[in-house]
Structures are given as C-alpha cells and as structure tokens.
C-alpha cells in the first residue's frame, strides 16, 4: 500500500515535527485537525498542514531534505557523545537556588511608553 495521510479530529494537539519535513506540526494550527503520514497500516508520524495538503511528488525532496539534516544531527550527537569524559553536570539543587534568587524580582521591564505616563 502506498503512503497516505489519515486525517481526524483532535482538540488538544502537542507540537511534534512533520513526518516528512521536519518542521513544526500538530498544534501550530488554529484547526483542530491532525494530519499523520501512514504507510500501509503503520502510523509514520503527524504531518504539518502545509504537507498534508502538498502534492505528493513533493515529498520526496522533502524527505530527503529532512533526512540529511537528522544525519546531520546524529553526527553532532555522535560527536557530543566522544566529550562526554570531560562532562560537567548541573550542581545539585542549582534550580531551587536560582528560583530563591529570583524570587523578589519584578517580571520583564517594559518599554518608558508601556509604564503609562510614569
């Protein structure tokens, strides 16, 4: 069989990447739709609107295209992986103190014409 798109309803959609592009999908939509590339009877993965819609023929580039950035990204991540003797982890409780620290700060400061005529 050959790859299709199943599309259904879905109200609460989590941003995942395409399937076949690699971009954003699933949730960046303002329709409640969710669009997954199947092959056969296997479920490949959600597929942004833009490709869901796309001419098939396109694919193929599109594919590609994402495959060699995630060879790309797996030879970074190999390469990440021979430094690893000389890793440093976070200190522990690191997150508590920086939350302590913060703690009585005011939020972001806003621009002299947000503040109302201060």
């Known amino acids: 069989m050959a790859l299709h798109i199943e599309s259904f309803y879905e109200e609460n959609q989590v941003v ?20 997954v590339l199947v092959d056969g009877n296997e479920r490949i993965g959600d597929v942004c609107e833009r490709c869901a819609y796309g001419p098939p023929h396109i694919w193929r580039a599109l594919l590609l295209d994402h495959a060699q950035r995630l ?17 440093e982890p976070a200190p522990e409780g690191i997150a508590e103190d920086l939350i302590r620290e913060n703690a009585g700060r005011r ?12």
Not at 71 to 87: F, G, K, T, Y
Not at 107 to 118: A, E, S
């Open 16 to 35: 995942t990447t395409c399937a076949i592009c690699g971009r954003h999908a699933g949730g960046c939509s303002k329709l409640p739709v969710r669009f």
């Open 71 to 87: 060879e790309l990204q797996a030879a970074v991540l190999r390469s990440l992986a021979s430094h690893i003797d000389n890793a």
């Open 107 to 118: 939020g972001p400061r806003l621009p002299p014409w947000l503040h109302g005529g201060d």
